[in-house]
């Protein structure tokens, strides 16, 4: 005889959004990232950015402060002058972002507000090389809602890293974006079965029918 199902089983990935619990983190939509001219070229990638995502990306951030969930920003940024304190892959890769740069900073486009935060990073996920994790469970936050670049990269490793740390994370599939299609749509499908994935239109319904307002 089987043993009987834990009573904490979910039935499945979209549970009620609490606004109180949802923190949206928008990944490394910084000045660096979209320099068309200095950076190698990926037509398809500043085509579906400047688009559609980052207004997409406008449309969450303005929904997410009217009904009062925590935006967070993370940026690529050395803590350091010289860079000495970058992981050994940004070493490798040589991204080099200065600290207090215009590279580092968020595009005007959906530019902080107020006190939110902007957690630098140099690391693909923010809870490798930052105290993500530690803020947002002090501030009660269980769901994490990512949007940002690229999606292969930065998104997937957040995506996998938040899940395995015990966090309800939400994918917003055209919130986000990397240097092609392809590649968007088959890093989409590997770490699906880590996330709930919304489209911009859906989760915006979604917080309108369960925050009420």
Not at 124 to 149: C, H, K, M, P, Q
């Amino acid at each position: 005889m089987s043993a009987p199902r834990a009573r904490d089983v979910y039935e499945r990935r979209e549970q009620p959004l609490h606004a109180e619990r949802c923190g949206l983190l928008v990944v490394d939509v910084q000045n660096w990232v979209m320099d068309e001219e200095n950076r190698q070229p990926r037509p398809e990638f500043y085509k579906a950015a400047r688009g559609h995502v980052i207004a997409n990306i406008a449309r969450l951030i303005d929904r997410a402060r009217a009904s009062g969930v925590e935006v967070i920003y993370t940026v690529m940024e050395n803590f350091t002058g010289d860079g000495r304190d970058r992981s050994l892959d940004y070493k490798l890769s040589n991204f080099f972002i200065a600290k207090g740069s215009w590279d580092a900073k968020v595009i005007d486009e959906v530019a902080p507000c107020g006190d939110e935060m902007v957690i630098p990073k140099t690391s693909s996920s923010l809870f490798n090389s930052t105290n993500f994790e530690y803020l947002v469970r002090n501030i009660g936050l269980d769901t994490i809602i990512v949007a940002g670049f690229l999606t292969d990269q930065c998104i997937d490793h957040t995506i996998r890293d938040g899940a395995d740390r015990g966090f309800h994370m939400i994918c917003v599939k055209d919130g986000c974006a990397t240097d092609t299609h392809a590649r968007h749509e088959a890093a989409l499908n590997a770490f699906k079965g880590y996330c709930r994935m919304e489209t911009t239109d859906s989760l915006l319904a979604a917080m309108e029918r369960d925050f009420g307002r």
